[in-house]
C-alpha cells in the first residue's frame, strides 16, 4: 500500500475498465493505423479515506496484454524507444484506446475531446500513462 499524495491516507491498488479489461492498440502515424492490441488493465490506487486516484497506468492483465510481450514485439520491429520521465524505462510514443478506453484515459487526464479515440505515451517498464490526446482517424 502507498499514501496518497492529497491526505496522507492508505491507498489501495483499483482497477478500472470492468471485468473484461481496457482494449489498447499501437498507432502508426505513418500508415494511419492501429496494430498490437491486446486487454491491459487500467489500476490507479484509491485513497480509502478521501476517494482521491492517483495517476493512471496500465497494468498486465492475466490472459491478455502484457508490457513486455508489445515491447518485445516493438523490439523487433526495431521501435526506437524514448525516455520514461518517471522510471527511466522505454518510453513508447503513440498508444491508443478506443471506446470505453479511450473514454477513461480522457476521465483521469481531465481532458475534454468529442471523440473516444485517445492517443498517449505508454512506459512499458512502469506502465507509466502520459500525454492524453485526441486523434482522429485519417486527419
Do not use: Q
Amino acid at each position: 500500500m502507498s499514501n496518497c499524495t492529497e491526505c496522507g491516507g492508505a491507498c489501495k491498488n483499483a482497477v478500472l475498465g470492468g471485468e473484461d479489461g481496457v482494449l489498447i492498440y499501437k498507432y502508426y502515424a505513418e500508415n494511419d493505423t492501429v496494430e498490437h492490441y491486446a486487454r491491459y488493465d487500467l489500476c490507479c490506487d484509491e485513497c480509502t479515506e478521501c476517494g482521491e486516484y492517483s495517476a493512471a497506468k496500465l497494468c498486465d492483465r492475466a490472459e491478455g496484454g502484457s508490457l513486455a510481450a508489445l515491447a518485445e514485439i516493438l523490439d523487433g520491429e526495431g521501435y526506437a524507444y524514448e525516455v520514461c520521465p518517471e522510471c527511466g524505462g522505454r518510453l513508447i510514443r503513440d498508444m491508443a484506446g478506443m471506446g470505453s478506453a479511450g473514454n477513461l484515459l480522457k476521465k483521469f487526464a481531465e481532458k475534454e475531446f468529442p471523440y473516444s479515440f485517445a492517443l498517449f505515451d505508454l512506459c512499458a517498464d512502469c506502465g507509466r500513462i502520459s500525454d492524453v490526446h485526441e486523434k482522429l482517424m485519417g486527419v
